[in-house]
C-alpha cells in the first residue's frame, strides 16, 4: 500500500505542484503560505518511508492504511517562521515556536489544550492495563528511563 500511494503521488505531480502553488503563493505576497506548500512533501515522504519501516509490503485494507496514515501525519505540525518584521500570525500555539514572542494573544482556549495536559505515564490505556490483568498479567509501571537509555526491557 505504501509504495502503491508513492507511485501514485509521482505519476500525479504531487512535488510539482506543491512547488507551482509555492511560487503562485510567494508571486501574490503569501509569504507564510508559500513556507508552509514548501514542507508539505518532504512531511509526506517522511511519513510514507516511517509506514514502510513498520508495515513494509504487508497488504492492509484501504480504510485500515488511510487510517494508519492519517494518524502518523497528525503527529507532524507545519511551522512558519514570520516573513516579514512587525507581522501578525494567526495560527495554533503549536505553531509559535519561538521564544522570543513580546505579545500574545490567546483566543478561545479550552482547558486542557492549553495549556496541554500532561502526557500519560503509560504507553498503555487504562482499558488496556486492565485487559491485560484480567489475563494475569501484572502491568508495570513506565517510568521511560529504560527507553532514554536506549535499554530494552519487557515492561508495560
Not at 2 to 8: C, D, M, R, S, T
Not at 37 to 48: A, S
Not at 112 to 118: H, K, N, V
Not at 142 to 150: E, L, R
Request: proline residues 3%.
Amino acid at each position: 500500500m505504501v509504495l502503491a500511494l508513492y507511485h501514485f503521488l509521482e505519476q500525479t505531480g504531487l512535488r510539482e505542484r506543491l512547488n507551482e502553488r509555492a511560487q503562485e503563493a510567494y508571486r501574490s505576497g503569501s509569504l507564510q503560505k508559500a513556507q508552509e506548500l514548501t514542507q508539505v512533501y518532504g512531511i509526506v515522504c517522511t511519513v510514507l518511508e516511517q509506514l514502510y519501516g513498520v508495515l513494509g509490503r504487508t497488504v492492509r485494507t484501504a480504510d485500515a492504511f488511510f487510517h494508519i496514515f492519517r494518524v502518523v501525519l497528525s503527529q507532524y505540525d507545519i511551522g512558519t517562521i514570520p516573513a516579514q518584521l512587525d507581522s501578525v500570525t494567526v495560527g495554533s500555539v503549536m505553531s509559535l515556536r519561538r521564544a522570543d514572542v513580546p505579545h500574545l494573544l490567546l483566543l478561545g482556549a479550552n482547558e486542557g489544550a492549553f495549556p496541554a495536559a500532561a502526557a500519560p505515564h503509560s504507553l498503555l490505556t487504562d482499558a488496556e492495563r486492565a485487559s491485560l490483568q484480567r489475563m494475569g498479567l501484572q502491568p508495570g509501571k513506565f517510568d521511560g528511563t529504560a527507553c532514554s537509555q536506549g535499554m530494552l526491557h519487557q515492561r508495560c
